[in-house]
């Protein structure tokens, strides 16, 4: 049975960062990634990561103020997140997929964590 497990969500304020991190059981997967949910919104990509760690994609909104880290070879990820503003208050969840073509979408993710909220107060 895969487990994942997030940790490091809380309450921050703006222009602050913070860092959450993600760690699987299992078998190495190909690619872990990082979504999130705001309440009344879908759940939105934030960016994923390949298995040693070399390649990266992230949504839109996301490059430059967040980045996205794993160990090598490892199933440990983890999200940084800068200047963090009120519309970054969601919960955000950890996936693994295998997929090695396609990673926008959560149906190509096999397994999600519980999630770690993040509250971003002005």
């Known amino acids: 049975q895969v487990q994942l497990v997030e940790y490091g969500g809380g309450l921050v304020h703006v222009g602050d960062s913070l860092r959450v991190s993600c760690e699987a059981s299992?078998?190495?997967?190909?690619?872990m990634a990082w979504f999130r949910q705001a309440p009344g919104n879908e759940r939105e990509f934030v960016a994923a990561?390949?298995?040693?760690?070399?390649?990266?994609w992230y949504g839109d909104s996301f490059e430059g103020r967040f980045f996205i880290s794993r160990e090598h070879l490892k199933n440990t990820v983890y999200l940084q997140m800068n200047n963090l503003k009120p519309d970054d208050t969601a919960l955000y969840y950890c996936a693994v997929s295998n997929n090695m073509v396609a990673f926008l979408s959560t149906s190509t993710y096999d397994y999600w964590g519980q999630g770690t909220q993040v509250t971003v107060s002005s």
């Open positions: 990561i390949g298995r040693s760690g070399g390649a990266t």
């Open positions: 299992g078998p190495l997967f190909y690619r």
